[in-house]
């Protein structure tokens, strides 16, 4: 990324000032700062939610800055997973299908799809809650499907932004350990945390302010 920058619509405020960050693969990187420092303006960029108002991205070499909304939509779909603080699971359908759904956008056969989505939930450690909805589930438990949702079409990097901050201890450091290991099988891993013990997990920190990286900090 280089010279990223994100303003408000209005042009008034700037939210990110020129950016350049680079993350290797296979990498762990915390990202860290008060509210309204740009944390999570800068993950939504870095996961295509959003675009820069100027500036340069690339994705595993190819500029994605300025694709059509339909290859970004596919470009997310088969290279970025996501992990919320809110889950986002859809509450009428079972643990199984809410696993599966990027899957079935991304056009994976079903027998396949099923497999791997089973799989995910062993994984997890949730193959007896297959058959729940997100209603039956703990918070914790939903976010396992969140994490096993997020993981389902093989993505190289994987984004979490506040995956603990709904949690309590235990739970958190549950999910931290499943974080790991999704990236000791090989995927980059940014995550967003105003928890110290989250951010412990990552090999490296960038310390945000006012839409500025202030420090770079190793483990």
């Not at 959003?50 to 340069?56: E, I, L, N, T, W």
């Not at 350990?177 to 940014?190: D, F």
Request: no cysteine; charged share 20%; proline share 4%.
């Amino acid at each position: 990324m280089e010279g990223a920058k994100d303003d408000e619509p209005s042009g008034e405020t700037t939210v990110l000032h020129s950016i350049d960050l680079t993350v290797n693969a296979g990498e762990f990187l915390a990202l860290q700062g008060t509210s309204g420092s740009g944390k999570s303006t800068l993950l939504h960029i870095i996961g295509l939610l959003d675009r820069p108002s100027a500036g340069r991205y690339a994705l595993e070499g190819r500029d994605v800055s300025s694709l059509p909304d339909n290859e970004t939509s596919e470009v997310r779909n088969h290279k970025i997973g996501f992990v919320f603080q809110s889950f986002f699971l859809v509450p009428y359908i079972t643990a199984l299908d809410n696993v599966m759904m990027p899957g079935l956008y991304g056009g994976v056969s079903h027998s396949v799809l099923v497999k791997r989505a089973k799989d995910l939930m062993a994984m997890v450690g949730l193959s007896d809650r297959m058959g729940y909805k997100p209603s039956q589930l703990s918070g914790g438990q939903q976010q396992r499907v969140a994490l096993a949702r997020a993981l389902v079409n093989n993505p190289s990097l994987l984004l979490a932004d506040e995956p603990t901050g709904q949690l309590d201890s235990n739970t958190s450091t549950e999910i931290m350990a499943l974080l790991n290991q999704v990236h000791e099988q090989g995927a980059t891993v940014i995550l967003v945390t105003h928890d110290e013990a989250t951010a412990a997990h990552a090999h490296h920190r960038l310390l945000m302010e006012d839409g500025r990286i202030t420090d770079r900090l190793s483990a």
